[in-house]
């Protein structure tokens, strides 16, 4: 048998300070004081002033014992009286912090990631203290950063030091990972919670069927035009001859003009104009010729709230003559 709202010590201190001012307030009785006046023209009833004084016992036992037994179940109801003890009804919970490069991209408020930080920190306030909670961080991989734990403390710290990583966000798979650790290590299964912007929450069909899953969701709808793939082939017919294919896709929702340059060891490589439709993939190509090594860069223009896919660089291996 536990209290679920206070502690023993606060349950006791509130009874006995409520209980000792209704008590003196039965060991107070009113009595009439006897006043001599020189006429009664002028004496009211409302005028009569009363005293108090303090009697040597309580005339309604009864009746305080009652407002007492009445006082302590208020308190007791208050403070949530439960069977049992705190640790069987304490519940494991993952936490799944999306940690995926997309989280790097800024909004009018911040990045993506500071957002869903902010979530990931509110639940954890909502949450009973007896509960414990695994921090999984999640991108390609679900990597867990602390067990099972009821120190809110460092649970805080693990998601403040959380940050973007270079990879895409693997929902599924960090889902199931949640779903095993519960079912080889909790003692008693909590929710699986996940905060961050799910791109990849509309590929997982899955989601609506499992049971005790929390989507914490960050508005991710951001419009960001990336490059996508790049290839590289030396031409099998002249010896300082690469053949570059770049892939460039739009992710937003409105048809965007971007011009993609590519520079050749610092110097212009060539420009290519795409004009891409929402949801659409072009891809440009690109003739470069060097037989030492050297750096190409890509960058894709005007830029967008998510910087990180707008440039690529990529190191080309000499040619020596054979």
Not at 258 to 270: D, S
Request: net charge positive; charged share 25%.
């Amino acid at each position: 048998m536990y209290l679920l709202n206070l502690s023993l010590g606060e349950l006791v201190a509130l009874f006995g300070a409520t209980a000792s001012l209704m008590t003196a307030l039965y060991l107070l009785d009113r009595a009439r004081r006897r006043q001599v006046v020189a006429t009664l023209r002028f004496w009211t009833e409302a005028a009569r002033f009363t005293e108090l004084r303090r009697q040597r016992r309580i005339r309604e036992p009864l009746s305080l014992a009652l407002q007492l037994l009445a006082l302590a179940l208020l308190l007791l109801a208050a403070a949530q009286l439960r069977w049992g003890s705190r640790e069987d009804r304490a519940e494991d919970h993952v936490l799944l912090l999306d940690t995926s490069a997309w989280m790097a991209a800024r909004t009018d408020s911040g990045t993506l990631m500071e957002r869903a930080r902010e979530l990931a920190v509110g639940y954890l306030g909502a949450l009973p203290a007896e509960d414990r909670v695994m921090l999984v961080r999640a991108e390609a991989l679900a990597t867990p950063v602390t067990a099972f734990e009821t120190d809110r403390d460092l649970l805080r710290r693990a998601i403040a030091e959380s940050r973007p990583g270079a990879g895409a966000l693997h929902l599924e798979q960090a889902i199931h990972f949640a779903r095993r650790v519960q079912r080889l290590h909790a003692r008693r299964p909590g929710e699986i919670v996940y905060a961050g912007c799910g791109r990849t929450v509309d590929d997982v069909p899955s989601l609506a069927e499992m049971p005790r899953l929390r989507l914490l969701m960050v508005d991710g709808r951001i419009e960001n035009a990336g490059i996508r793939k790049i290839g590289l082939r030396h031409s099998p017919t002249e010896a300082d001859l690469w053949e570059m294919y770049v892939s460039v896709r739009n992710y937003g929702a409105r048809a965007r003009r971007l011009e993609l340059r590519a520079q050749l060891a610092g110097a212009p490589a060539g420009v290519r104009l795409l004009n891409l439709d929402a949801g659409a993939e072009a891809e440009a190509t690109f003739p470069l010729r060097t037989r030492a090594a050297a750096t190409v860069e890509l960058a894709l223009e005007p830029g967008d709230r998510f910087p990180a896919d707008d440039r690529a660089r990529i190191e080309l291996p000499a040619q020596r003559s054979l």
